[in-house]
Nanobody, 131 residues
């Protein structure tokens, strides 16, 4: 079982940047497919949307709405997943969650942006962007 703890959220103005961190502990970090999701205000868990994902080999994936503005990265030595968010917009306001799933889960299907394909979640960190 993997434990995930996010941090780095906050309130910023449109156009500013934030860096989210997700510290993973428990199982071998490198065997997991990692992803960032966000849940907009007023939506339940079913409203979570994939923002960015990273395969164990380092391949990155992004939602069209954040591509070119957000960057996902990993520090393998410290077991930390990052999300660099630039040029933030009010529409980016949400609770951001880190998620992980053993890479074997995706050998027979599943997608980085589908929350139902992940069973390990952090507690979330709030990001608020004002215009």
């Amino acid at each position: 079982q993997l434990t995930l703890v996010e941090s780095g959220g906050g309130s910023v103005q449109a156009g500013e940047s934030l860096v989210l961190s997700c510290v993973a502990s428990g199982d071998p970090y490198s065997a997991y497919y990692m992803a960032w999701f966000r849940q907009a205000p007023g939506l339940g868990r079913e409203g979570r949307a994939g923002v960015a994902g990273m395969q164990p080999d380092g391949t990155e994936h992004y939602a069209p709405s954040v591509k070119g503005r957000f960057r996902v990265s990993k520090d393998h030595g410290k077991n930390i997943l990052y999300l660099q968010m630039n040029s933030l917009e009010p529409a980016d306001s949400a609770v951001y969650y880190c998620a992980a799933e053993p890479v074997s889960r995706f050998m027979y299907g599943g997608s980085w942006y589908v929350p139902e394909d992940f069973n390990n979640w952090g507690q979330g960190t709030q990001v608020t962007v004002s215009s």
